[in-house]
Every structure is written in C-alpha cells, then in structure tokens.
C-alpha cells in the first residue's frame, strides 16, 4: 500500500498539460528569425491578449487583402489575347485569385510583453506593407470604426534584419537613397528610433548611421516630417520602415487615435509597461 502511494505521487501532475499564460500566439510560439528579411508589421496589444490581437489582425488581413490587391492590379487586365470581355474579366480575376491566395500571415513572438510582429509572405511580389496598413488606417479613420479590441499599435515594416549597425545600415541605405537620395527633391525627415531589451544599438549610433547617408538638401523637421524614418529594435531582431506622411497612421501608429474620444471611452487601456532596458526617441 505504500508503495503504489509513493508511486503515484511522483507520477501526479506529468501528464497535465501546460498553462497559457498570454503569452504564445495559439498553442505554440513562433519566434521572429531575426536573420530572415520580411515584411509585416509591429503590433502592441493589451496585457494577456496576444492571442485575441492574433486573431484581430488575421481578420483585419483577411477582409483587406482580397480588395486592396485587386485594386493594385485591376489595371494590369490585357484584353488583346481575348476577344470575349467576359472571358478576359474572368481570366484576370483567376490570376488574381491565385496570386493573393501565396500572400499569407504570420503571427511571430518578440520576446517582450505586449508586443509580436505579424509578418507577410509575399512570393509574388505584390504586397507593400506600408501601402497595405496605410489603407487600413484609411478607412478606420474614415468609417470611426475600430474594428479591433486588443490591437492598439500596428507599425508597418518593409525590412527586416539583425540588430547590429552594420545588417542595418544594409538594410536601411536602399531605401533612405530611394527617398532622401541627393537627386531626390528636397525633403523634411524624422528618425523614430525605439529599443526594447538590447543595449548594444545606440541612439546616437543611428543618428550619425542616418546622417551620414541623407545629405542636403534634406533636412531634420522633428514635427511635421516629409519622411520618417522607423527603426524597431527588440532584443536581436530589428524592423525598418521608410514612410512618407506618418501622419496617415494617427499618433504613434495608434489605432485608437483615430476613433474620437466618446468610441475611446469603451475600450480597454493599452499595456503601457516598459521592458527592461526600453529606450525611446
């Protein structure tokens, strides 16, 4: 009788399975790569509801993805290979189905609280994540409808990479030459720098990374930029997004700073807790 005592309370409890705390997207976590280049976007959400905000953006990706890429390639439709209308409509909507159906999302984990990056895998070559969100917070603002509850924040992002100076002077010099190139008209700029759990990639290092690229006859507006400039640090994984007219984002890329006050009201308050080590500019 002892025996099977002792024995069954060694094996008590190894067959349970384990609690979700908030803090996996579903029952399994993918981590970001942060050596794998992708587009997508920086989502913050409130405290325990990483699952919920999944689902949000899932949603929000599926009820835009259909519409805002048909639009992009609507004018792409040739006729000439068809001499029925009907045939040619019904042609490009085909490849248009099947070139959106390889556009698909992904929910990845950071490692820090109240925070994960959706990221988009585009094989055709047709999706523009600052275009795409750009449109989303569009109709938010226009409609006065958040259509989300847990996602508060959602940066776009159109590079990925390590978080050292160097991967991301790599990454970054393409796009500050296409928009603040020399030969490009003059332009205001911003730099909207934020770390979380790394100590290793300065302020003052991207400052003198980014000015040493832009030239005049750009020049520094800290409060109505032409251009912003985002990088995203979190631990070793780094987003990088060159944007034109921020503002189209609301303040600080806020969904809810597009709803008036009275919608704000109902909604719960955004996990405003910093990680360890948070550096903001």
Not at 10 to 36: E, I, L, V
Not at 79 to 87: K, L, P, Q, Y
Not at 257 to 270: C, D, G, N
Request: hydrophobic share 35%; proline share 4%.
């Amino acid at each position: 009788w002892l025996y099977i005592l002792v024995e069954k309370r060694m094996t008590r409890g190894k067959n349970k399975r384990p609690h979700s705390h908030g803090n996996s997207f579903g029952n399994k976590k993918f981590k970001a790569d942060p050596s794998q280049n992708s587009q997508g976007a920086i989502i913050s959400f409130d405290k325990n509801k990483r699952n919920m905000c999944t689902k949000e953006c899932f949603a929000l990706f599926a009820e835009y993805k259909e519409k805002l890429l048909h639009e992009d390639k609507a004018e792409e439709t040739n006729t000439d290979e068809c001499t029925d209308i009907s045939a040619a409509i019904a042609q490009e909507l085909g490849e248009l189905k099947d070139r959106t159906s390889q556009t698909s999302m992904q929910a990845k984990d950071l490692g820090a609280n109240c925070l994960g990056f959706v990221q988009i895998s585009d094989p055709n070559g047709i999706f523009s994540s600052v275009e795409f969100f750009r449109a989303i917070f569009k109709d938010i603002k226009s409609s006065q409808i958040a259509k989300t509850r847990s996602l508060h924040r959602l940066i776009p992002i159109e590079k990925t990479c390590v978080a050292t100076l160097g991967a991301i002077n790599e990454k970054l010099e393409p796009l500050l030459e296409a928009w603040l190139g020399k030969d490009k008209p003059a332009r205001s700029y911003a730099i909207a720098f934020k770390r979380r759990n790394n100590s290793a990639v300065k302020r003052q290092d991207i400052h003198t990374l980014v000015n040493g690229t832009v030239r005049a006859p750009h020049t520094v507006d800290l409060s109505n930029p032409d251009i912003t400039i985002v990088i995203e640090v979190v631990n070793t994984w780094c987003g990088i997004s060159v944007i034109e007219n921020a503002s189209d984002f609301g303040s600080d890329f806020s969904i809810r700073s597009l709803i008036k006050p009275v919608a704000e009201a109902t909604q719960q308050p955004e996990c405003t807790k910093p990680e360890e080590g948070e550096d903001t500019v």
